[in-house]
């Protein structure tokens, strides 16, 4: 069995135990260990063998229950957006925050 919230929790018993098999903390800003995925865990599941997560800040996959995990939307802007305001003034600008990913502003054909 598999959970997903702030780290992916698996269970090998039915769900009686759960062990993390994430950890979205890398200290002190360094290099991320091989069980690092970012929190928030909104999607989580098993395919072919692998597990596949989807965060709030993008897809990841591990071969392997969990001891290493790949970054699968590598050149893509995945993000959770929860506040969006658009200008009163300039209909071609729009800002918005998004979930531990900092602020977007969209500015006509050019973007921030």
């Not at 135990?17 to 800003?29: E, H, I, Q």
């Not at 993008?58 to 970054?71: D, E, H, L, V």
């Amino acid at each position: 069995m598999i959970n997903g919230g702030i780290n992916i929790r698996m269970s090998y018993d039915g769900g009686s135990n759960w062990a993390d098999v994430t950890d979205w903390y890398c200290p002190g800003g360094g290099i991320p260990p091989d069980d690092y995925v970012h929190a928030d865990i909104r999607y989580a599941s098993f395919a072919g063998g692998d597990i596949y997560c989807g965060t709030n800040g993008y897809m990841a996959k591990s071969p392997n229950n969990g001891a290493t995990w790949s970054i699968l939307s590598n050149g893509t802007s995945i993000r959770e957006y929860y506040k969006l305001g658009v200008s009163q003034s300039n209909d071609d600008i729009v800002v918005c925050g998004s979930q531990d990913n900092g602020t977007s502003v969209y500015k006509g054909q050019e973007n921030e």
